[in-house]
Nanobody, 123 residues
Framework: QVQLAEFGGDSVPAGGSLRLSCRAS????????MGWLRRTPTKEREEVAS???????RYLDDVKGRFTISQDNARNTLYLQMNSLKPEDTAMYYC?????????????????WGQGTQVTVSS
């Protein structure tokens, strides 16, 4: 089984940057679709970015040009670089993994989740 642990959430002013990390441990030998999702008290969970074994990374329209998803396979770590942060980016951010390596943005069935890391952007 794979375990995921996120790091890097913080409180920043609008316009600032953060890099979230998600370290995978356990049975990490298989390629999987990996994603970052976020949730707020007033908004259902939404997929922010995903990266799979094939194809290019995909992004939510609201974060295109500001966020970048990447992975370091040698370190079993997934990243989300977030620039030009806005107050509406405030959310709990989760790292997630699917069983297969192909992502279907906003339709991927993630079955492994981290505990989440809070990002707060002040205006």
């Amino acid at each position: 089984q794979v375990q995921l642990a996120e790091f890097g959430g913080d409180s920043v002013p609008a316009g600032g940057s953060l890099r979230l990390s998600c370290r995978a441990s356990g049975a990490t030998g298989r390629k999987r679709c990996m994603g970052w999702l976020r949730r707020t008290p007033t908004k259902e969970r939404e997929e922010v970015a995903s990266i799979g074994g094939v194809g290019s990374p995909r992004y939510l329209d609201d974060v295109k040009g500001r966020f970048t998803i990447s992975q370091d396979n040698a370190r079993n770590t997934l990243y989300l670089q977030m620039n030009s942060l806005k107050p509406e980016d405030t959310a709990m951010y989760y790292c997630a993994a699917a069983s297969g390596e192909i992502c279907s943005f906003e339709e991927t069935r993630y079955n492994i989740w981290g505990q989440g890391t809070q990002v707060t952007v002040s205006s």
